[in-house]
């Protein structure tokens, strides 16, 4: 029996990269040898145990046949005769078909294995070259978002010209009509984590990926906005801009998603009105709702999207609006039950701020000011209010109105305080 680092892990030590996970492949052993060791046999599709020890996995040298559509439409077939030349053969890029043994730490000083590398994954590695290993790579679909999303995390690679070839040519051949939701999402999402996620976006519509996935996205790109606002003018490379700007300010998935998600009514706005886009945030959070259905996307991303694509116009013009109005913008976003995920909305609209062409450093005034409108409006004692209104004989939405009428007293208050600071 022969266990091989293999995959991300050898990848990233050759890069210098820190290592999350480790994955391990074990060669001319049976299930029957590995439970006998102290592994257990956690694996559904294929044989993956757990190390007795340390509860990484070890999964059994195997090789794949394609029987169907999309990722699951494969036959695993594993033997003590699978080699790990057969195994890494079934990889998606060269990079990641690299083996080394089991003892390989990638510590400075220590003298490398002789590494198993049939594809020539290192070469690449120095290179910077995205590549892919087989042409098997088109049996499955999800390997398009992967490459796609691996081209967000080195975006210092460039892909090779036959790969992105044959990313063209699974496209055209709908294969990438039979990805899965949850796959989609689950790419997605890591991919918008990556320092340069638009690197993802860029390769997703280079290869005819992005209409079929995200058709609500893809429209954007040709789209006019009106250059007084938006110097950059094409609304899809407006989307990128923001969507940069999220990965610039460390900005968590819930934000990012709502940058990526908030123009979308841009790409219904009928021609004869353009560059004007009067009505899209409504647009927007519609589409947004059918996108995240879907996709299953979850809830915690949409219900922020819903409120950045709904309220963004507002959030950027709020330095004109009086206190009540304030308090309804408030109110309008949830802020009083939901106080954080308002300073995301805030910081995804910052975002949107700066993602236009020049004014990328600019300053945003409208965060710091609203939150501190909140929190005014916070400090007041909504029970008494609501009581001593109840005592007048007030009931239903006319007790409401009395505690957005102290609120805004309250923002009125914070308001004047602030004038006269300055």
Known sequence: MQIYMVGGAVRD??????????????????????????????GKDFPVFLHPDTREEYALARTERKSGRGYKGFTVFTS??????DDLARRDLT?????????????EGQKDPEFIDPFHGRRDLQAKVLRHVTAAFREDPVRILR??????????????????????????????????????????????????????????????????VLPELDRLWGVPQ??????????????????????????????????LMHDLGKGTTPVDVLPRHIGHEARSARLLRAVAERLRVPTECTELAEVVAREHGNIHRSADLNAAALVRLLERCDAFRK???????????????????????????????????????????????????????????????????????????WMDEAAAAR
């Open 226 to 259: 009106r250059p007084e606002y938006h110097p950059e003018v094409d609304t899809g490379v407006h989307v990128m801009m923001v969507l940069q700007q999220a990965a610039r300010l460390r900005a968590p998935l819930p934000v990012r998603w709502a940058c």
């Open 339 to 413: 106080p954080a995920r308002f300073a995301d909305a805030l910081l995804a609209c910052e975002c949107d701020a700066r993602g236009r062409l020049g004014m990328e450093d600019d300053a945003y005034p409208q965060r710091p000011r609203l939150l501190a409108a909140l929190a005014a409006a916070q400090g007041v004692q909504t029970a008494s209010v609501a009581q001593a209104a109840m005592a007048h004989g007030a009931q239903g939405a006319a007790i409401g109105q009395a505690v957005a009428k102290a609120r805004a007293q309250a923002v009125q208050g």
């Open 95 to 107: 990079i990641n078909a690299i083996a080394a043994r089991a003892e390989w730490t990638g510590a």
């Open 13 to 42: 030590r050759l890069l210098g990269l820190p290592v999350q996970d480790h994955d391990w492949v074990v060669v001319g052993a049976t299930p029957e040898q590995m439970v006998a060791r102290g592994y257990l046999p956690v």
């Open 80 to 85: 003590p005769d699978v080699t790990i030349e």
């Open 147 to 212: 490459l796609a999303r691996f081209a967000a995390r080195f975006h210092d690679f460039t892909i090779a010209p036959e790969t992105m070839a044959l990313l063209r040519e699974m496209v055209q051949e709908g294969e990438a009509d039979h990805l899965v939701p949850e796959r989609v999402w689950q790419e997605l999402a890591r991919g918008l984590m990556e320092d340069h996620p638009v690197r993802l976006f860029d390769v997703l519509r280079d290869c005819g990926a992005l209409r079929v």
